[in-house]
């Protein structure tokens, strides 16, 4: 069974970092690109970066740019975002996906999300 866990989220200062990371399982990690995306009350889901299946390339939004890093161990069936300069507009909840192409446009499977709440 396909499965993907997010983990890492929580509440951090404007300005303070978090490592988000995405486990998976029943399936071969390496065949897939990994997406991650975000979603705030409101507002449309947002892909906010996505690596390729080997980790040879790596694409973000302009959101997050700079700021976010995107990496992946396929040994370990494991991807994580790097975020730092965290700003109030970074809340929102962190889902990491499953995808056929490296634009992460087509999506084989979700996991279930992590919040991420950047307040003072």
């Known amino acids: 069974q396909l499965q993907l866990v997010e983990s890492g989220g929580g509440l951090v200062q404007p300005g303070g970092s978090l490592r988000l990371s995405c486990a998976t399982s029943g399936f071969t990690l390496d065949h897939y690109a990994i997406g991650w995306f975000r979603q705030a009350p409101g507002k449309d889901r947002e892909r906010i970066s996505c690596?390729?299946?080997?980790?040879?390339?790596?694409t973000y939004g302009d959101s997050v740019k700079g700021r976010f890093t995107i990496s992946r161990n396929n040994a370990r069936n494991t991807v994580y975002l790097q975020m730092n300069s965290l700003k109030p507009e970074d809340s929102a909840v962190y889902y990491c996906?499953?995808?056929?192409?490296?634009?992460?446009?087509?999506?084989?499977?979700w996991g279930q999300g992590t919040q991420v709440t950047v307040s003072s």
């Open positions: 690596i390729s299946n080997s980790g040879s390339s790596a």
């Open positions: 996906a499953a995808a056929y192409s490296d634009l992460c446009t087509i999506i084989k499977s």
